[in-house]
Every structure is written in structure tokens, then in C-alpha cells.
């Protein structure tokens, strides 16, 4: 039934040029739909948790705000829709980065403008991928590498947007890093469960000396998290090259936003942006980094 597929296979095996364009239009699409999950899912999680509230409370909601809301509202439901008129996108409209340099990066129902962020992130999506095509080749390590990149991807668009880093990424990230090293994917298993361990604990403790003597909440759980999957994949050995890129970095553009945006110290900025760089770092300079502190 599916014999058209070892063609394809074969080629992308045998050739590594086709191989990293064909995954890098797939990166593309995916982004696509990575737009969707960013958008989206924060919503349903707040739906969720709104529901939860009115359960546990008995609380009725208001009649004039659920009748806006769709009775299905998830992933794939409703269709994609310009939130100005409600013009619904089709197939040729959601074509990745061509369809917005048709449209001129306007609805085509009222001509509001689509922010730059979509084909941003499309082609962000695209060009990591197609990085990691060219660098672990038509292998299972790609395959993995490209769900840790998706992951990577939405949890970062997510946290500017909300200041949230949703369980239902970081949690299967983190098992899903677990379960790649099984069989020694990145590292061996021992050093990823101790990488998991160590990268919630040691934001965890940061956070508790932070609170304890400012009285104030520097980061989230959901960086805990994130640092804890960072770790189950590329093993505890890489934890520090993560945390002090993360640290550096976002460092400097805290700083920047302040020099140049006007925004004052205790403006929040989210650090999983800056921990997800530096898991994409991990990814693609693991053993470099690793380097600098444990040649022998």
C-alpha cells in the first residue's frame, strides 16, 4: 500500500543534498503549524484551567462571553481565521513564507496586515531543520533532533508571548529525551537522568536563594522543566555551557531593553527563549562546548 514511500526513502538515503531541502521544506510546513500550537494553545489551556475554576466553584459562566467562544477549540478546531474580519485562511493562503509574499503580508478578505512573526517563524523552523539535516544526515538522530527542534521552537514563542512554558511540551520532552538515550543517543542514560535531575534542581535552588533574599519570584517552574528536558537529552555533562549561554545572553539583552527600550529593572523577561538557545547550542556544538571544561 505504502511501496511509493521506498522510493523516497531510498533517495533521501542516498542522496544528502535532496535530503536536507526535503526536510527543509518540511520544517517549513511545520512551522505552519507550530503558528497554530503558539497561538493557540495557551488559550486552551486557559479555557481549561477557566473550567476547572467554574467546576470547583460552581460558578455558571457568563452566557454573553461562551456564546463567542467555539464549541470546539483546539489544534486543528476551527479553521485558521483572520482575527480582524474572520476571513477563513485556505489551502493556497497558508502556504509557508510564499503565501505572504503573494498576499503582501495582508489578509485577502479585509487587507489588515499579518504580522511579520508568521513567515518569522516558518522560516526559522525551516532553516534549523534543514541544519540538522545536513548534520546528523537520513537518520533516527534527525528525526529526534527535529521533534527536540519543534519543541524548542513553540516553548520559545510561547514564553514571549505569556510567560509560560506549557507541561504538555516540557514534560514529554523531557521523556523523550530519556527514551532517546536508551541506547546511548547523545549520551549514555545514567548521564541523562542525572541531567534531568540536575537541571530542574539547580533552577529550582536558584529560584529559592533568589526568593528567600529578594522576596520576589525570579523565574517559573516551567524553566525548571525545560533545563530538566535540556539535560535529559544531551546528559548533566553540558548543563553548564547551557545555563551560562542562556545566562549571558539573556543578560545582554536585558540589559539592551533597558539602554534602548526604556524599560526599567524590574521588567520581567522570560529565561526559556534564552535556555532553549542554548539547547539548540547543546544540539549543534555539544561536544565543542563540553570541551572547554572537561578535556582531559
Known amino acids: 500500500m505504502f511501496d511509493f514511500l521506498m522510493p523516497l526513502s531510498d533517495l533521501l538515503k542516498s542522496e544528502p543534498t535532496f535530503f536536507v531541502v526535503f526536510s527543509t521544506i518540511i520544517g517549513l510546513v511545520v512551522g505552519s503549524f507550530l503558528n497554530v500550537v503558539i497561538h493557540r494553545l495557551p488559550k486552551m489551556m486557559e479555557n481549561t484551567e477557566k473550567a476547572y475554576v467554574a467546576e470547583a466553584y460552581g460558578v455558571k459562566p457568563d452566557p454573553s462571553i461562551t456564546a463567542a467562544i467555539p464549541t470546539k477549540y483546539n489544534i486543528v478546531t476551527p479553521r485558521s481565521a483572520c482575527p480582524n ?3 477563513q485562511i485556505t489551502a493556497l493562503e ?6 505572504y509574499l503573494i498576499l503582501s503580508g495582508k489578509c485577502k478578505g479585509c487587507k489588515a496586515k499579518i504580522s511579520m512573526r508568521y513567515p518569522l517563524i516558518e522560516a526559522l523552523t525551516g532553516a534549523l531543520i534543514g541544519a540538522v539535516a545536513y548534520k546528523f544526515g537520513y537518520s533516527n538522530t534527525s528525526l529526534f533532533a527535529f521533534i527536540f527542534v519543534f519543541a524548542l521552537v513553540t516553548l520559545t514563542f510561547i514564553d514571549f508571548d505569556t510567560q509560560l512554558l506549557p507541561d504538555d511540551i516540557t514534560l514529554p520532552l523531557l521523556w523523550l529525551g530519556l527514551l532517546f538515550n536508551l541506547n546511548s543517543g547523545f549520551t549514555d542514560l545514567k548521564s541523562a537522568v542525572l541531567g534531568a535531575v540536575f537541571g530542574y534542581l539547580i533552577l529550582w535552588s536558584v529560584y529559592w536563594l533568589f526568593k528567600i533574599v529578594t522576596g520576589k519570584e525570579g523565574m517559573g517552574y516551567g524553566d525548571f522543566k525545560l533545563l530538566g528536558a ?3 537529552w544531551f546528559g548533566w555533562q553540558l548543563l553548564p555551557a547551557v545555563i551560562l ?4 545572553v539573556g543578560a545582554v539583552i536585558g540589559i539592551g531593553m533597558i539602554a534602548f527600550r526604556g524599560k526599567s529593572g524590574g521588567t520581567a523577561i522570560p529565561f526559556g527563549p534564552f535556555l532553549a538557545l542554548g539547547g539548540i547550542a547543546a544540539l549543534f556544538f555539544g ?3 563540553a570541551g572547554f571544561y572537561l578535556a582531559t
Open 85 to 87: 474580519c474572520g476571513h
Open 230 to 232: 535540556i539535560g535529559a
Open 245 to 248: 549561554l542562556s545566562s549571558v
Open 287 to 289: 561536544q565543542q562546548l
Open 94 to 99: 497558508n502556504i509557508p513564507i510564499i503565501s
